[in-house]
């Protein structure tokens, strides 16, 4: 055991389960969808999913994990059987694909804060056009900037960084980097907020987030809702089996799940709270009538377009600070990611901490290639039919959500008839006395027995049948 590692204390565990859940899908994901889909209504229904499905995940990943003491392949195993295994082998391997076009995505915000903060992006004219070409070509090779635009070497650096951290081991690595990056996070998140909303028209900005049209409610809201609960709280892939795993026994589980959770969804919402003053704010400035939800660029191109009405000094200095926050979350989910494979190769096959950290990130990097090239370099990938002409990356990251929540239903099933939920509550009891007796442990029974497997198992379907044929057509 005390060769694997371990989070010194409550804190520190805390703060690394919450950087991998504080990530892209807060501060890129989580704005544009609640844009899309009615504003006040998708943060209500993200709201319930939160509190009916992920908590109870949340807490069972966690007490699988430290009963086990080890990766996520292993715990299954260890507590379930061999055949029980492969559904963790299911949860690495999701989380290698995750994390191979996450990489891709965080290359491009660490080459914006380059850019904004150092270089001269902001003096663009149109920024969808510039966005379409710095993800287009990834080595740019044909411009006067060269290499220095190549978002190639951005995600590499992206990955090498990642590996970096990860090679450091638990305390040394993931805690320390997350009691850095954490902190200076929340900060930034909140300047920029306090900024934001003293800008003009930032209140009808405030207003179209806050106060739900519920004509906007459809089916695709709650999908939405759910899969990107899922997302933004790392569930269902064996990420906080992997760190429960690293829980020493005095720590109270179903508390520091909660804490998680909060500081989870407080930065969902505060990151809201940015950017729809900003938006609405360029709406005023511009003189727009729509007001502009982009979808997935919406950080790309929306917001370097506003850094750039706040002129040249404030604009870099805001831009910057806003691209360097979405580094630091982006870095924390992506330590948290390599985590996964990295302590199934370390704790099943005895392998060197240092030496599988370098080899699955470059692993990692080069399956993430496709997406990288599905911007626009390789057409085939840009247009895939049988996914209605969406490309690789949304592809990818699409499939990955769905396994997801299969992999968070599984779990249930796992806890109810093969480990059994009286083990669970017996691990929930450690570190948290007044356990057995409490009205907790009969809502976490009773969810993770009933409500979560049946509405995880029915709400994957449906995903699954929307994405590939449309809901339309199903009903
Ligand atoms: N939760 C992170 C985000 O919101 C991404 C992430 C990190 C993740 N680790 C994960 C998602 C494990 C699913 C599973 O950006």
């Given at each position: 055991m005390s060769t694997r590692g371990n989070f010194s204390g409550r804190i520190g565990f805390i703060l690394a389960a919450a950087g991998s859940a504080v990530g892209l899908g807060n501060i890129w994901k989580f704005p544009y969808l609640a844009g899309q889909n009615g504003g006040a209504v998708f943060l209500l229904i993200y709201l319930a999913c939160i509190f009916l499905l992920c908590y109870p995940v949340m807490v069972g990943e966690i007490a699988i994990g430290r009963k086990a003491g080890t990766d996520a392949y292993g715990s299954y195993q260890k507590l379930g059987g061999s055949k029980w295994g492969y559904l963790g082998l299911f949860g690495i391997l999701a989380g290698i694909f995750i994390l191979s076009f996450y990489n891709v995505v965080a290359g491009w915000a660490f080459g914006y804060f380059l850019h904004i903060g150092f270089g001269d992006l902001l003096n663009e004219k149109d920024f969808g056009a510039f966005f379409g070409f710095f993800t287009n070509d990834i080595l740019d090779v044909s411009s006067a900037k060269g290499l220095a635009n190549s978002n190639f070497i951005f995600s590499l650096v992206f990955m090498a960084v990642t590996a970096l951290i990860v090679s450091q081991g638990i305390q040394k690595g993931i805690e320390a980097a997350n009691k850095i990056m954490m902190p200076a996070l929340y900060s930034i998140l909140i300047g920029i907020i306090i900024y934001s909303l003293t800008l003009p028209n930032a209140i009808s900005g405030v207003k179209f987030y806050l106060i739900?049209?519920?004509?906007?409610?459809?089916i695709q809201t709650v999908f939405e809702g759910l899969k990107q609960a899922f997302f933004s709280l790392s569930l269902g892939m064996g990420a906080l089996i992997t760190y429960g795993s690293y829980l020493?026994?005095?720590?109270n589980i179903a508390s520091s799940a909660a804490v998680i959770s909060l500081a989870d969804t407080m930065v969902a919402f505060l990151s809201g709270l940015m950017v729809f003053p900003l938006v609405h704010f360029l709406q005023y400035k511009a003189n727009l009538t729509e007001v502009a939800t982009a979808g997935p660029p919406l950080i790309f191109i929306v917001l370097p377009q506003i850094f750039h009405e706040m002129g040249p000094i404030l604009g870099r200095f805001v831009g910057g600070s806003f691209f360097l926050l979405v580094c630091f979350a982006a870095l924390t989910s992506t330590i948290s990611l390599l985590e996964v494979p990295v302590a199934y190769l370390v704790d099943q096959k005895k392998m060197n901490r240092k030496s599988v950290v370098w080899g699955i990130a470059l692993l990692i990097f080069i399956v993430g290639l496709p997406s990288m090239l599905s911007q626009g370099m390789i057409p085939a990938l840009n247009k895939l039919d049988f996914f209605r002409g969406q490309d690789f990356l949304v592809f990818i990251a699409d499939m990955c959500d769905i396994s997801l929540t299969i992999g968070g239903c599984l779990m249930c099933v796992f806890i109810t008839y093969r480990w059994k939920i009286h083990n669970m509550d017996e691990e929930l009891e450690q570190g948290n006395e007044g356990y057995r007796k409490s009205f907790l442990r009969k809502y976490l029974s009773f969810t993770i027995q009933y409500v979560c497997p049946i509405l995880l198992g029915v709400l994957s379907i449906l995903v699954i049948l929307d994405k590939f044929w449309g809901i339309d057509n199903i009903f």
């Open positions: 739900p049209d519920f004509s906007e409610l459809k020493k026994k005095n720590e």
